[in-house]
């Protein structure tokens, strides 16, 4: 898709990933673009025409957000479905499924349903307009797994299917859809994991992971990897499962012993 003179929306546009993407869209030619997130700074980010408060977890306020965007700014060209929570971590890996029915429900809420609420508004009008592109932030997690946390692995793991499904769904309608999956990126939420897998091959800038996700959408590339390495991993995963598993088991005996 070519961003030149396209409305984009963005998720999770406060900090990290969601703000690289929004200021690169801009610097890319796109003519309106806004940012939503549960907190937003004082001053409206530069590259920024519009920052909004939203709860992705609330099917309304998405609802709520796109209108206010579309009656302010035009027909949403390029929707950035960013935020994401990691949570649910068992570093002593004594029950991998330890974690609250609270947490699961929100990391479910926020990694896969803020997905789908925004595309369910969005897909009508996109058909009816010929075509629109949805680019959904990830992670590598969704294609590998995540050693420690179930939670986090498993709705990643539920947002590629989404992402697939919308992709196979609604291509003959002229809607794109990529989807964003690095490992380390040098955010806040990084900070707030344990040092594990994703950082064995290099902690990214969010800007660097931007640009990947601005030359992917330009390609219409459907997976987006701004570390390479993953597609090995993922070839590894296909050819030999147990195999796979043994080696991720192996990450995770380093993990417990220090």
Same mark, same amino acid.
């Given at each position: 898709?070519?961003?030149?003179?396209?409305?984009?929306? =963005?998720?999770?546009? *406060?900090?990290?990933?969601?703000?690289?993407? *929004?200021?690169?869209?801009?610097?890319?030619?796109? *003519?309106?673009?806004?940012?939503?997130?549960?907190?937003?700074?004082?001053?409206?980010?530069?590259? =920024?025409?519009?920052?909004?408060?939203?709860? =992705?977890?609330?099917?309304?306020?998405?609802?709520?957000?796109?209108?206010?965007?579309?009656?302010?700014?035009?027909?949403?060209?390029?929707?950035?479905?960013?935020? /994401?929570?990691?949570?649910?971590?068992?570093?002593?890996?004594?029950?991998?499924?330890?974690?609250?029915?609270?947490?699961?429900?929100?990391?479910?809420?926020?990694?896969?349903?803020?997905?789908?609420?925004?595309?369910?508004?969005?897909?009508?009008?996109?058909?009816?307009?010929?075509?629109?592109?949805?680019?959904?932030?990830?992670?590598?997690?969704?294609?590998?797994?995540?050693?420690?946390?179930?939670?986090?692995?498993?709705?990643?793991? *539920?947002?590629?299917?989404?992402?697939?499904?919308?992709?196979?769904?609604?291509?003959?309608? /002229?809607?794109?859809?990529?989807?964003?999956?690095?490992?380390?990126?040098?955010?806040?939420?990084?900070?707030?994991?344990?040092?594990?897998?994703?950082?064995?091959?290099?902690?990214?800038?969010?800007?660097?992971?931007?640009?990947?996700?601005?030359?992917?959408?330009?390609?219409?590339?459907?997976?987006?990897?701004?570390?390479?390495?993953?597609?090995?991993?993922?070839?590894?995963?296909?050819?030999?499962?147990?195999?796979?598993? /043994?080696?991720?088991?192996?990450?995770?005996?380093?993990?417990?012993?220090?």
């Amino acid at each position: 898709m070519e961003i030149t003179g396209k409305v984009a929306l =963005v998720t999770g546009g *406060a900090q990290g990933i969601g703000l690289a993407l *929004a200021q690169a869209l801009g610097a890319a030619g796109a *003519a309106r673009v806004v940012i939503a997130d549960l907190r937003l700074p004082d001053d409206t980010p530069q590259g =920024v025409d519009e920052a909004c408060i939203c709860d =992705v977890s609330d099917a309304d306020q998405i609802a709520n957000l796109i209108d206010h965007v579309e009656a302010g700014h035009g027909p949403i060209d390029i929707m950035c479905s960013n935020a /994401g929570i990691a949570t649910g971590m068992d570093i002593a890996f004594d029950n991998i499924a330890f974690a609250d029915p609270e947490v699961w429900n929100r990391a479910w809420a926020v990694n896969v349903m803020a997905h789908v609420h925004a595309a369910r508004v969005l897909i009508p009008r996109m058909k009816a307009r010929g075509g629109g592109y949805f680019l959904h932030t990830i992670s590598a997690a969704g294609l590998l797994s995540q050693v420690g946390s179930a939670v986090y692995s498993t709705t990643k793991h *539920a947002a590629v299917g989404f992402a697939e499904s919308l992709a196979i769904g609604h291509r003959d309608d /002229g809607i794109r859809v990529s989807m964003l999956c690095p490992q380390g990126v040098a955010t806040p939420m990084l900070e707030g994991l344990p040092d594990g897998p994703q950082l064995g091959d290099g902690v990214l800038s969010a800007q660097t992971v931007a640009d990947a996700a601005i030359d992917g959408i330009r390609a219409e590339r459907f997976v987006i990897l701004p570390h390479p390495a993953v597609a090995d991993y993922m070839r590894a995963k296909v050819d030999n499962y147990d195999r796979w598993i /043994g080696g991720m088991a192996k990450l995770q005996r380093g993990m417990k012993t220090g």
